[in-house]
């Protein structure tokens, strides 16, 4: 049968009330408040946590310290309702560290209300140091207003606003350092969850949000961020690997899959319709990351965890990682003055919609796998149940052509865990998410043939 004979074509989602109530309480202004106060610690390099001679409230610890109490009095709004950490480590010399570095990665932990779903958690973050045009300079300016002040304040504006909500699912709130050494914060971060089995089902990395202002740029887009992830899992076997080339699934990630996501979340809250124009929205680039360029999602990708990136449309490399100065007659520096408040606020208000949805839904179905025990013209899913899964949960088959970028078609199946369906394997893509009763579905899992096996009897 031809997919677009069965089921039907994918529909937004329900809006939620109260997540849309949260998302327009995320403020340019509280955004601007926050860069500029970013700014003004002056250079916020990782290495200047050696230093003793800086002025006061200057340097990366003053900025750490200045995170945490933001975090602090967001928990004291709502009861105490952050666990607010402050991890501190020593960091081996290194790629770009000369010798032993004090780093502090702050974040703030919101648990999540249902004790069967709390263990399921999903992380924002943004790099809060900063640099200039050399790595060593700790004293010169380096005020790092969109790299990455902007996504430092994506962080802490999803936590200020989504604190007053409570979630089934845990969120977490970060702002990591050393990035720009070599994502050293980050990979003692990913690394902690890993060791702690955090069972981190996504990574939000806001890196460079701010909207580029550059005067005379007619080629950025405002409309547009773009969303970055990785095709073929860091951590994957070479029995994997040739089973993904196999099947053709080099573009069904679980990262890859939270990208999109991303983009069924921005078609509930923020797509209109009508003079065929659309608003701000993701635009999903099938990339790790920018050309031969990296960052701190990239950290969680290594182990084995979804993340992605989020990156303005169009980098304006006078404005990043150079010196304050002015040459012939241009204007070097990551300055605040390039900086759009209300496009830091959309992608703002994009992750924290992402978070509370995904915290709100049931968690993504496990051990998904088409039933390869006949082969024909059907194809028999079956999958496990997410962990927690509240009463009410039913499942969603998606499928796109094997050429199209997002899903197109799905049925729903109820609350049953294996189904077979009238599309041949040959000619789509399978996925499978799961949904609450309020609509809020899962990022889909890719399914991996498996031969059905019945379970053994019992021993007498």
């Known amino acids: 049968?031809?997919?677009?004979?069965?089921?039907?074509?994918?529909?937004?989602?329900?809006?939620?009330?109260?997540?849309?109530?949260?998302?327009?309480?995320?403020?340019?202004?509280?955004?601007?408040?926050?860069?500029?106060?970013?700014?003004?610690?002056?250079?916020?390099?990782?290495?200047?946590?050696?230093?003793?001679?800086?002025?006061?409230?200057?340097?990366?610890?003053?900025?750490?310290?200045?995170?945490?109490?933001?975090?602090?009095?967001?928990?004291?709004?709502?009861?105490?309702?952050?666990?607010?950490?402050?991890?501190?480590?020593?960091?081996?010399?290194?790629?770009?560290?000369?010798?032993?570095?004090?780093?502090?990665?702050?974040?703030?932990?919101?648990?999540?209300?249902?004790?069967?779903?709390?263990?399921?958690?999903y992380l924002v973050t943004g790099h809060y140091d900063s640099r200039d045009s050399s790595n060593e300079d700790t004293h010169g300016a380096a005020p790092g207003a969109n790299d990455d002040a902007s996504g430092v304040a994506v962080s802490l504006e999803s936590a200020r606003v989504l604190s007053k909500l409570h979630f089934p699912a845990t969120l977490v709130f970060a702002a990591v350092a050393g990035e720009e050494q070599g994502l050293y914060g980050s990979a003692h971060l990913a690394k902690f969850a890993k060791e702690q089995g955090w069972d981190l089902e996504g990574v939000l990395n806001n890196d460079i949000v701010g909207g580029n202002t550059t005067p005379g740029d007619t080629l950025q887009n405002k409309n547009v961020v773009r969303v970055f992830s990785e095709g073929i899992p860091a951590n994957a076997s070479e029995q994997q690997l040739r089973m993904i080339r196999m099947l053709g699934g080099e573009s069904d990630s679980p990262s890859r899959e939270l990208a999109r996501a991303i983009a069924d979340v921005d078609e509930t809250y923020f797509t209109t319709s009508g003079a065929g124009r659309r608003p701000f929205h993701p635009v999903l680039v099938f990339r790790l990351d920018r050309y031969l360029r990296g960052g701190d999602h990239h950290s969680f990708n290594l182990q084995g965890f979804p993340a992605v990136r989020f990156t303005e449309w169009r980098e304006d490399f006078n404005h990043q990682h150079q010196d304050v100065r002015v040459e012939n007659g241009v204007q070097y520096g990551d300055l605040l003055k390039y900086v759009d408040f209300n496009y830091v606020a959309r992608v703002a208000r994009l992750n924290a919609a992402t978070l509370a949805t995904l915290a709100s839904a049931p968690g993504t179905p496990k051990n998904a796998r088409i039933v390869t025990q006949v082969l024909d013209n059907t194809t028999t899913l079956a999958w496990d149940a997410p962990e927690g899964a509240p009463a009410g949960t039913t499942y969603q088959i998606v499928w796109r052509d094997t050429s199209a970028p997002d899903w197109q078609f799905y049925d729903s199946v109820g609350a049953v865990t294996q189904v077979t369906v009238p599309v041949s394997p040959d000619n789509v893509i399978f996925g499978i998410r799961s949904a609450n009763q309020a609509g809020q579905r899962s990022p889909a899992a890719f399914p991996f043939p498996a031969h059905f096996h019945t379970p053994p009897l019992p021993k007498k």
């Open 1 to 121: 049968m031809d997919s677009r004979k069965f089921g039907g074509p994918i529909q937004a989602a329900p809006v939620d009330p109260h997540i849309q109530a949260a998302v327009q309480q995320i403020s340019p202004q509280r955004i601007e408040q926050d860069i500029s106060t970013l700014v003004s610690f002056h250079n916020r390099s990782t290495l200047s946590s050696n230093d003793r001679d800086l002025p006061a409230g200057q340097g990366v610890l003053a900025a750490a310290d200045w995170i945490e109490a933001q975090f602090r009095a967001d928990s004291a709004a709502c009861g105490g309702c952050l666990e607010v950490k402050r991890d501190t480590f020593v960091q081996a010399p290194g790629s770009r560290i000369a010798q032993p570095t004090e780093m502090n990665n702050i974040y703030a932990v919101l648990r999540g209300s249902d004790p069967a779903q709390a263990g399921r958690m």
